[in-house]
């Protein structure tokens, strides 16, 4: 049932049909395995990654664009789920947290950097941060301090100084601690 | 909340779209959804039929016309416009006023044209597309038709596209040589949507004011040009006539209190803005 891990395509059972108009065949890579699903044109993509593909790791939290915490890679972009259609992903390739590093799998060195400066506070947002720093890096070279805060603060989600997070975020792409004095 | 059940079709080109539009049903437009999926998601709206032309390719383009204007297809995203090689040289106004839009992750999805036709009254491309004096091109199964930014906006929400209307580019001439231009805006947090700002742009010829526009929004239904500060401008230079400018902003502008501010506070807001725009455009003028 999990694109992580799994073997060959998957195919998620579709629940009973209520309005079949409404419905369309779909089929996109989600971490690297084709997915094949039916979806109703309302389903959010934040909720077929849920509910249909058992993806827990990607958020649900204002269903509105604010938070950040359903944050995704869409064909290597990274784009809020829950303001996207499941079918609007036909044909794309999307890359969820799960995506980042297997179970078995080391650490990638962003999340090897939020597990060394403990960068989450209650940890709810933690994924859609891990994906916004995921996409900035998919955007090449090493971002400017000012880029990747202008990328962090498109996933606050109201706890507290965020100190950690900007610490692990720097040490992820290679630049000083936000909070040391530079020397000079 | 989820989004109460609807109709979806990818149109497979501009013309589908249309006749879609045209048809019985209650249908709605996306593109990035940045701005509808909200209202789907809240159940503010509740159309038969979502119409999505995000994969057109015809309306994927930014791109610079031979007479030197910029062109934004209706599916270009906010980040290919900031993208685009010759936006900051161009029209750098518009660069500053797309890099205020939300978020990276929102600008990623969220259209240009998408933002216009969907005319919230705190966003920032309506006042800058009039004080840019863009042009709508808009298609429907009657025909291609054209208007300018200024008959586009006519109040929250509400713009001059028809039900069967289909906002397929919006077009940028290239700013005047040597004008000055500025945007402003205030907001609580950065990205949130502006409790007030201002995009200006202003020309200086002989040392005085020869031609401006003064668009404010997040003070009334939809962005404002203000001709009477425009006009206290022309022929003087700014801070001779900040007071005149003063008063007519007093005169003009009538914000209305809500959850987010004061009609005071936005009023102060958009004194304070406007001035330190019509000093900056003022500075910048080449």
């Not at chain 1, 990654?49 to 993806?55: I, M, S, Y």
């Not at chain 1, 498109?154 to 530079?182: H, M, W």
């Not at chain 2, 518009?94 to 978020?103: P, R």
């Not at chain 2, 995009?199 to 939809?222: P, W």
Request: aromatic content about 4%; charged content about 20%.
């Amino acid at each position: 049932m999990s694109p992580r891990g799994g073997k060959g395509p998957i195919h998620p059972a579709t629940p009973p049909l209520s309005e079949p108009s409404a419905w369309h065949d779909i089929s996109l890579t989600v971490n690297d395995e084709q997915v094949s699903a039916q979806v109703e044109s309302r389903l959010l993509l934040t909720d077929f990654l849920r509910h249909r593909l058992r993806l827990t790791g990607t958020h649900v939290g204002c269903e509105q664009g604010s938070c950040g915490a359903c944050s995704v890679l869409l064909d290597g972009v990274v784009v809020r789920s829950c303001l996207t259609l499941a079918v609007q992903a036909n044909g794309r390739d999307l890359r969820t947290v799960e995506g980042l590093a297997g179970p078995d799998d080391p650490l990638t060195t962003l999340q090897q950097a939020f597990h060394e400066q403990h960068g989450m506070q209650c940890g709810f947002c933690t994924p859609g941060f891990l994906m916004s720093l995921a996409g900035l890096a998919e955007d090449g070279g090493t971002p400017s301090s000012d880029e990747i805060d202008e990328h962090l603060t498109g996933n606050f989600c109201r706890c507290t100084g965020y100190v950690n997070i900007r610490k692990a975020a720097r040490q992820a792409f290679g630049l000083p601690d936000p909070e040391e004095p530079s020397d000079g | 909340m989820k989004p109460a059940p609807f109709d979806y079709v990818a149109a497979r080109s501009v013309e589908h779209a249309v006749e879609l539009l045209a048809g019985d049903t209650e249908a709605k437009v996306i593109a990035g959804g940045q701005s509808l999926m909200p209202i789907l998601n809240m159940r503010l709206g509740r159309p038969e039929l979502v119409i999505d032309i995000g994969r057109l390719d015809v309306l994927n383009h930014v791109r610079i016309s031979e007479s030197g204007a910029l062109l934004v297809g209706a599916a270009a995203t906010q980040t290919q416009l900031l993208a685009h090689p010759g936006i900051n040289r161009g029209w750098p106004l518009l660069a500053t006023a797309v890099s205020n839009i939300g978020h990276p992750q929102i600008r990623n999805r969220g259209t240009i044209c998408g933002s216009l036709a969907h005319n919230d009254p705190a966003a920032e491309l309506p006042a800058t597309a009039i004080a840019l004096d863009a042009t709508m091109h808009i298609q429907s199964s009657r025909g291609l038709r054209t208007i300018p930014a200024e008959q586009m906006f006519v109040g929250p929400f509400m713009t001059a596209l028809a039900p069967d209307d289909l906002l397929i580019e919006a077009e940028f001439p290239l700013p005047p040589a040597g004008a000055g231009w500025s945007f402003r805006e205030f907001a609580t947090r950065p990205g949130d949507f502006a409790t007030v700002g201002v995009a200006v742009q202003l020309i200086r010829r002989d040392g005085v004011v020869a031609d401006t526009r003064i668009v404010l929004f997040g003070v009334g239904g939809s962005a404002t040009r203000v001709h009477s500060a425009e006009e206290v401008l022309m022929g003087s230079s700014p801070s001779r006539v900040e007071n005149q400018v003063r008063a007519q902003l007093e005169a003009e502008l009538n914000p209305a209190d809500d959850v987010h501010a004061s009609a005071g506070l936005r009023q102060d807001l958009a004194e304070k803005l406007t001035i330190e725009a019509i000093a900056e455009a003022w500075e910048r003028c080449a």
